[in-house]
């Protein structure tokens, strides 16, 4: 049987790197999204004596740059079985006034429509063949809010509902649709939040034992390797430490 081909976005680092690197080892053919173009060239480098690997360099904000993307894919690429709605990310964390225009822009237009757009630009090769698997990469902040959360949480709740909205709509063309919802990952994100303070983003991580990138990329890899009449719809993954948004048992 012809191995599955993958499309990641968000594969340059944290989830979506750990995704491309287990998926690649089990023989996947992968196509690997982000901005960071050498990023994406060392990966292939990495993971080419693996499995097939091919790159797509774009911004999710930009709708022109997604369809252009998924259209240039060469022939043996351009059967996507499996779409991981990854790329993603918070701006800021302030209380709504004072919150940045910018930063909201920013996480409305990644995290809420540039996972429309990929969407889109995949969807009609599913629905033409009755088969595929959207995994949707939502978050805790998407179940919960969390003081100065306010506009991320809204968007992941926004990605909780276009999860919840794919499944109704793609049932009848047999597609799977699911999220797995992350709590405490150690990944760039903080780093990206606090915009390089990177002194402010590790005290995020501090005291506690959070999720790794791995551990999330084994639970994607569950996901998609069930028989395909089982759809794992909505998962909630968290550090043992952390019980919601705002309780995590640190042991400083
Ligand atoms: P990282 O910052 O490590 O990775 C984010 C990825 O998204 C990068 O590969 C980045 O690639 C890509 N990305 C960001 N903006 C864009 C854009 N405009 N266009 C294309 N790609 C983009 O963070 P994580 O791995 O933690 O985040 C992955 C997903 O997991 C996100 O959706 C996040 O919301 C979610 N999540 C993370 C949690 C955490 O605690 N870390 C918890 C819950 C959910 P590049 O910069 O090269 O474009
Ligand atoms: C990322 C997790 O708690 O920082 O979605 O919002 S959190």
Redesign the pocket.
Known sequence: MQAMTVLI?????????ATAEILGSNGFNLIL????EE??AQLKKELWAKTQVHTLQ????DKDEVFKAVQSLPTDFRQIDVLIN?????HGLDPIDQGSTEDWEAML???VK?LLYVSKAILPQMVERKAGHIIN?????GKEVYPKGNVYCAS?HAVDAINQGMRLDLNEHGIRVGAV????????????RFKGDAQRAATVYKGYQ??K?EDIAEIIYFVLTRPYHVNIADLVVLPTTQASSTIVKKEL
């Open positions: 976005t968000g594969a340059t680092s944290g989830i979506g790197k999204c982000g901005r960071r990023r994406l774009f911004d999710v904000r990854n790329a993603g990310n918070a237009d990644i995290n540039g990469i939502g978050s805790l902040a992941k919802n992350p709590g405490l990952v150690e990944t760039e994100f903080s780093d990206v959070p999720l990138p």
